[in-house]
């Protein structure tokens, strides 16, 4: 696997979030793709986990730690326009009939993450993968910066 900053420090989440979160990072990293935490997209959302893969493909992941978040959160329909594919990313003891059965899940831990369900493969148009290609390059070598800027300091 790739070496990958698990710090997050991008905004506070709870241990169990945290937990996931690295999961799904070990998996996709794992899959051969680079993943990056608390993606923001150009509608103002802000994707749990986005990865791109060699081919410049993007999966999204949105972590839900329980139940209350899945239910209380509903924003998720708002990512699949930013995305080859959608997964949810939840617990071993989350009750996956929750899920919509057409989205893709991941179950996951804090030592790493198997896909349960495959996503739903839905191909961006072109100017909408650039953009968001883009995006994610920006928000990568913007977080390289800060880190490299610690280091220097």
Known sequence: MQNVDFSLSVAPRS???????????????????TPIAEFKLANGRRADIAA???????TIAEIKSCRADFETDQKWPDYLEFCDRFYF??????????????????VADGYGA????????????????KAVTL?????????????QSEIIS
């Not at 979030?17 to 990293?29: M, Y």
């Open 15 to 33: 241990d169990k979030t945290l937990a996931l979160t690295k999961g799904v990072i070990r998996l996709f990293g794992d899959m051969g793709l």
């Open 52 to 58: 791109l893969d060699r081919r410049g493909n993007i």
């Open 89 to 106: 990313a939840v617990d071993p003891g989350f009750p996956a009939e929750l899920m919509p059965d057409n989205e893709g899940l991941i």
């Open 114 to 129: 198997m896909i349960a369900r495959i996503a739903k493969e839905r191909p961006l148009a072109a100017a909408r993968r």
């Open 135 to 147: 995006r994610f390059a920006r928000q990568a070598a913007r977080r390289a910066l800060l880190s």
